[in-house]
T-cell receptor
Framework: KNQVEQSPQSLIILEGKNCTLQ??????????LRWYKQDTGRGPVSLTI?????NTKSNGRYTATLDADTKQSSLHITASQLSDSASYIC?????????????FGKGTKLSVKP | DGGITQSPKYLFRKEGQNVTLSCEQN?????MYWYRQDPGQGLRLIYY???????QKGDIAEGYSVSREKKESFPLTVTSAQKNPTAFYLC????????????FGNGTRLTVT
């Protein structure tokens, strides 16, 4: 069964610190993996996309990595800010799947404290 | 600015009543989607539409209905047959074809008592 597991479920860090969020998936065959940020009470916004051939991609203070062999991805946040407090959702697209066949993780809720 | 507008932000209904959630986009996207979000769960697909006048059921379509009469609009009706309708509903759109990048609205929180 295609699944996406995210860890930790929640995380509290101090402002200015770094953190890493994990996403493990069993989706096969794999097309791409996308990370979304969802502020409380709002819709998710795409941060970055990783395809099969990509290992690392950065978007400002966010850096995503992908190991397609072990089916793991991580999202690293550098020098966290209060505005980083949100849920981060990992979404995997199966290769050849329809547009309605995205597989969502349950998300990691990050709280950044001053 | 282009985007997706969902209305209303909050909606309250009595049990047994049908209710329609609005979703409008001006991104000129062909595909539109409805997802349901519950605490501690990943987003679950209710319906999606790739073209006007055509739509497909998602994983949890029972108790919901949709229409796609215009490219810009994809309203969702939560019927009285939906056993547990209280949830946060998210509408999204995307351009056609992979990779899929979803553009979400800011959701409607529906409470049914």
């Amino acid at each position: 069964k295609n699944q996406v597991e995210q860890s930790p479920q929640s995380l509290i860090i101090l402002e200015g610190k770094n953190c890493t969020l994990q996403c493990n998936y069993t989706v096969s065959p794999f097309s791409n993996l996308r990370w979304y940020k969802q502020d409380t009470g709002r819709g998710p916004v795409s941060l970055t996309i990783m395809t099969f051939s990509e290992n690392t991609k950065s978007n400002g203070r966010y850096t995503a990595t992908l190991d397609a062999d072990t089916k793991q991805s991580s999202l690293h946040i550098t020098a966290s800010q209060l505005s980083d407090s949100a849920s981060y959702i990992c979404v995997v697209s199966p290769y050849g799947g329809s547009q309605g066949n995205l597989i969502f993780g349950k998300g990691t809720k990050l709280s950044v404290k001053p | 600015d282009g985007g997706i507008t969902q209305s209303p932000k909050y909606l309250f209904r009595k049990e047994g009543q049908n209710v329609t959630l609005s979703c409008e986009q001006n991104l000129n996207h062909d595909a539109m989607y409805w997802y349901r979000q519950d605490p501690g769960q990943g987003l679950r697909l209710i319906y999606y539409s790739q073209i006007v006048n055509d739509f497909q059921k998602g994983d949890i379509a029972e108790g919901y209905s949709v229409s796609r009469e215009k490219k810009e609009s994809f309203p969702l009706t939560v019927t009285s047959a939906q056993k547990n309708p209280t949830a946060f509903y998210l509408c999204a759109s995307s351009i056609d074809g992979p990779p899929v990048k979803l553009h979400f609205g800011n959701g409607t929180r529906l409470t049914v008592t």
